[in-house]
C-alpha cells in the first residue's frame, strides 16, 4: 500500500510564501500523474497543480505565475512552493498520484494565509 505524507502547511500572512512537500512511500520515477489539490471550507475538492514524469506541469488559472510544482524522483518526492499567497488560497492542500492505474491521496496539510 503506497503511502503519500504532506507537510510545510501552516500560518502565513498575505504575500507570504510556502513551500509543500509530499514524500511516497515508494519510488515515483515511473508515476506519470501526480499533483496538488486543496479544499476550502465548505468547497468542493479542486485541482491546484499537476506534474507529469517527464516534468510537464498543468496549474489552476487561479494559481499560475505564483506556486511551481516540482518533482525529485530521487526523493520519491513532489514540491509545491507557493508565493504571494492570498487569504483565498486557504485550504487543506492534498497531494495525489496514480500508482498502478489506482489513485492515492495523502491525508492533507493545512494552508492558512491571514490577512
Known amino acids: 500500500q503506497v503511502q503519500l505524507v504532506e507537510s510545510g502547511g501552516g500560518l502565513v500572512q498575505a504575500g507570504g510564501s510556502l513551500r509543500l512537500s509530499c514524500a511516497a512511500s515508494r519510488s515515483i520515477f515511473s508515476i506519470n500523474d501526480m499533483g496538488w489539490y486543496r479544499q476550502a471550507p465548505g468547497k468542493q475538492r479542486e485541482l491546484v497543480a499537476t506534474?507529469?514524469?517527464?516534468?510537464?506541469?498543468n496549474y489552476a488559472d487561479s494559481v499560475k505565475g505564483r506556486f511551481t510544482i516540482s518533482r525529485d524522483n530521487g526523493r520519491s518526492t513532489i514540491y509545491l512552493q507557493m508565493n504571494s499567497l492570498k487569504p483565498e488560497d486557504t485550504a487543506v492542500y492534498y497531494c495525489?498520484?496514480?500508482?498502478?492505474?489506482?489513485?492515492?491521496w495523502g491525508q492533507g496539510t493545512l494552508v492558512t494565509v491571514a490577512s
Open positions: 506534474i507529469t514524469s517527464g516534468g510537464r506541469t
Open positions: 495525489y498520484g496514480t500508482f498502478s492505474l489506482s489513485g492515492v
